[in-house]
């Protein structure tokens, strides 16, 4: 690069500035430095989690109680998990300090690790001690053979149905789309009620309409993109997958028109005030169906996500990770904290005061989770039957182009196979990008 000859007096002058601060303040540099080290405050940086802020403060007293000396500081990040990712983006880009430990979404860590702004947590789980856990979240979080996370609390997505509706027309639970559909016209059909939505999902062009679709895809036998990295969007179970969410509006009318903006919030309200027969949601809305306000307490069933027959249904996996901050002063204390939130006590206290569900197999055997959260006990197969989104370092780039796709497909602005194609196209340039990246620091 050549500078003109006014650039190269501006950055003489800025050199010359920052020697002479870097001589004048030597001494106290080296105070600063000695009482940072010192310091024994650690960071947490999280999402607002609902109805744990108690437990959170219980856990932190529990922790600095067995370290004393020991503060941890909480810092709390909006739940919305695009604000949270551009946060630590910009943050761990910019090698920041200021948080220690973190949670990160399971989509995420693949993309931080190969960043290298997580420290390494392999030693503190090594593999005998990983086969208590959930096999997809761990695989999730391990990367060129290395932990860099550790899975926390376990999510994934699953079918809420109205099961005093079904019981009244003969039905059992749907295992396949084809039973969800028949169901679900049969009873609107009798029902004649306006305000009485078939099926509701996460339409709208965010994370949550990938986390809806990926569920279908594997229903109709596919996958977006194969451990080996080939995309497999324009094959013929990708295509029936995104016909068959169109068709739920258009052609069988299940769906109303506005599931296309629709995300996880919305879609419960319609179902807790009695308006929905089927949803597709995540666990936590259990808790808010069963209050004693809700209009379907005691109506409510919960099953698997349907497929095509023959093929058994799963659920996109979900959850939070607790993760190290490379870039943190205080490792040891660091690894300590991680430790005891992840311990099989911590995970049980959660579960049992928040309802977040362990990431730990055994604790599903424990007699006081069964006892007083057996809702999460019963969750067990579906959480051990997930599918991660395609795990990638490159997923936040990915996820940004399927959903556009997606949702083009959905709205009717865009013909299936033309989306799918445009979506498999941009995707593979994305790949092989990276491919000619890595071959170039080689």
């Given at each position: 690069?050549?500078?003109t000859?006014?650039?190269?007096n501006?950055?003489?002058l ?9 001589l004048a ?8 430095r000695?009482q ?7 960071v ?5 989690l ?6 959170f403060?219980?856990?932190?007293a529990q922790f600095?109680?067995?370290n ?5 500081k ?8 695009n604000?949270q990712?551009?946060f630590y983006?910009t ?5 920041s300090?200021?948080?220690?430990v973190?949670l990160?979404?399971?989509i995420?860590?693949?993309?931080f690790s ?6 390494d947590?392999?030693?503190?789980l090594?593999p ?20 860099y996370a ?10 809420y ?6 019981q009244?027309?003969g039905?059992?639970?749907p295992?396949?789309f ?7 016209q049969v009873?609107?059909?009798?029902e004649?009620?306006?305000?009485l939505n ?8 965010y ?5 809806t679709?990926?569920e279908i895809i594997?229903g109709?036998?596919g996958?977006?993109?194969d ?7 324009t094959d013929?179970?990708?295509?029936q ?5 169109k ?9 109303p ?8 919030e ?11 027969l089927?949803?597709r949601?995540w ?10 306000d ?14 095509l027959a023959g093929?058994?249904?799963?659920s996109?996996l979900?959850g939070w990770?607790l993760?190290?901050?490379r ?10 904290l991680?430790?005891f939130l992840?311990?099989?006590?911590m995970q ?8 977040t ?6 604790l599903?055997q ?15 197969p ?20 399927l959903?556009v796709?997606?949702s ?11 989306a799918?194609?445009s979506?498999?196209v ?7 990008l990276?491919?000619?990246k890595?071959e170039?620091?080689?």
């Open positions: 690069m050549v500078f000859h006014k650039q190269q501006k950055l003489l800025i050199l010359g500035v920052t020697l002479l601060l870097v303040c030597g001494q106290s540099g080296k105070n600063a000695q940072f080290d010192d310091d024994s405050t650690l947490f940086k999280h999402f607002k609902a109805n744990a802020r108690q437990a403060k219980k856990a932190i600095e109680k067995n004393p000396g020991v503060k941890v909480e810092e709390i990040l909006p739940s919305n998990t604000i990712h551009q983006v943050s761990l880009e910019a090698r300090s200021d948080f220690d973190f990160i979404d399971v995420w860590t693949p993309e190969l960043a290298g702004w997580l420290e947590l392999s030693d503190l090594p005998e001690e990983q086969s208590d856990f959930f096999h997809a979240p761990i695989q999730a979080d391990i990367y060129r053979g290395r932990l550790i899975p926390w609390y376990i999510d994934a997505g699953v079918l149905y109205r099961k005093d509706l079904l009244k027309y039905f059992s639970p295992v396949t084809e039973e969800l559909v028949n169901q679900a009873i609107l059909r009798n004649k009620r306006p305000d078939g099926f509701l999902w996460q339409g709208k062009q994370e949550g309409l990938i986390c679709a990926n594997s109709f036998g996958q977006i993109i451990a080996r990295g080939k995309v497999h969007l013929p179970a990708t295509r997958a995104l016909q068959w969410l068709d739920c509006i258009y052609l069988y009318k299940i769906s028109a506005w599931v296309l903006s629709a995300d996880e919305s879609t419960r309200l319609s179902f807790l005030n009695g308006h929905t089927f949803l949601n666990p936590y809305c259990w808790t808010f169906f069963q209050r004693e809700s209009k379907v307490r005691g109506k409510v069933g919960v099953t698997h996500i349907p497929a093929i058994t249904g799963k996109t979900g990770q993760a190290i901050n870039f943190s002063a205080k490792k040891e204390l660091t690894k300590r991680v430790s992840a311990s099989p006590q049980l206290q959660f579960a049992l005061e928040v309802g569900k362990p990431t730990r197999k055994p599903y424990n007699p006081f989770l069964i006892k007083e959260q057996p809702f999460i006990v019963k969750l067990f579906i959480l051990e039957n997930t599918i991660p989104r395609p795990v990638t370092p490159l997923y936040s780039q990915i996820s940004q182009i959903q796709e997606f083009a497909i959905l709205s009717n602005i865009r013909p299936v196979d033309k799918l194609k979506a498999k941009q995707i593979e340039h994305v790949l092989e990276e491919e000619l890595k170039i620091e080689k």
